[in-house]
């Protein structure tokens, strides 16, 4: 990603709604899995906030390819963090008991490769936490913007990660519930596309960023739950190894 949209996410990930549900939903799931400190391996860190989070449940590095990013970590406080490439991991094998690796596969040129990666460096009996952006009718300028290859089907992820060596243990769609206004949002945007690919990541009124994080913190008590949401804008995925 170039730098304006790691300063936007830098700036919207504290409080928009999308992120926080989002943290919520993957801090939950670690507290389901692990009764420990586990050994954890944040892949695509980004800009920080998420790593503050997962480090209630465990010791945590952060890796990410991008100096930009690294340095609003290090802005946040973090500073267990490594640069370096996903495809090729700079650690021996078995090393990470959880492996969390959100928004980031959909970036790799070889994805199947990367999910063997994650499955070499994690520990038999351990866990990789994905999410993906999902249905490439979804395709818009904001996945142009982020550097985006490709977005996944729940038949594609399955096969991914399956390839690479993991058992799914849950795959839900999530984001079901603004799945329609971001279809019509998108499509008339492709229609009209501007010059320069921008996200969609947007500064929303207080009162309306609450509503959404109410709707995401909903949609993330029924999939904590068990329940397995049919379409989302999202694919959230819990795989164990061996």
Not at 79 to 90: E, R, W
Not at 170 to 187: H, Q
Request: positive net charge; aromatic residues 8%.
């Amino acid at each position: 990603m170039n730098l304006e949209e790691y300063e936007r996410m830098n700036s919207f990930e504290v409080v928009n709604w999308w992120w926080v549900g989002k943290r919520d939903l993957i801090g939950k799931t670690l507290g389901k899995l692990v009764n420990h400190q586990p050994l954890i391996l944040d892949i695509g860190c980004g800009t920080g906030s998420n790593l503050r989070s997962w480090e209630s449940h465990g010791e945590v590095l952060g890796l990410d390819n991008s100096p930009q990013a690294l340095s609003f970590c290090r802005m946040k406080g973090n500073t267990n963090l490594l640069k370096g490439d996903a495809a090729v991991l700079p650690f021996r094998d078995n090393t990470f008991e959880v492996i969390i690796a959100l928004d980031m596969l959909e970036h790799m040129e070889k994805d199947e490769d990367t999910v063997r990666e994650f499955f070499r460096v994690c520990r038999p009996g351990g866990h990789l936490l994905l999410t993906v952006p999902a249905l490439m009718f979804l395709w818009s300028q904001h996945d142009m913007a982020l550097h985006h290859k490709r977005r996944y089907s729940r038949n594609q992820l399955e096969s991914l990660v399956s390839r690479g060596g993991f058992r799914i243990e849950r795959m839900s769609f999530w984001n079901l519930a603004l799945l329609l206004p971001a279809a019509v949002y998108r499509t008339l945007g492709n229609l009209n596309p501007p010059r320069v690919a921008r996200s969609d990541d947007l500064r929303l009124p207080g009162p309306l960023n609450t509503m959404l994080k109410l709707v995401l913190s909903i949609e993330n008590r029924l999939i904590l739950k068990g329940m397995n949401l049919p379409l989302g804008i999202t694919l959230f995925a819990v795989c164990r190894k061996g």
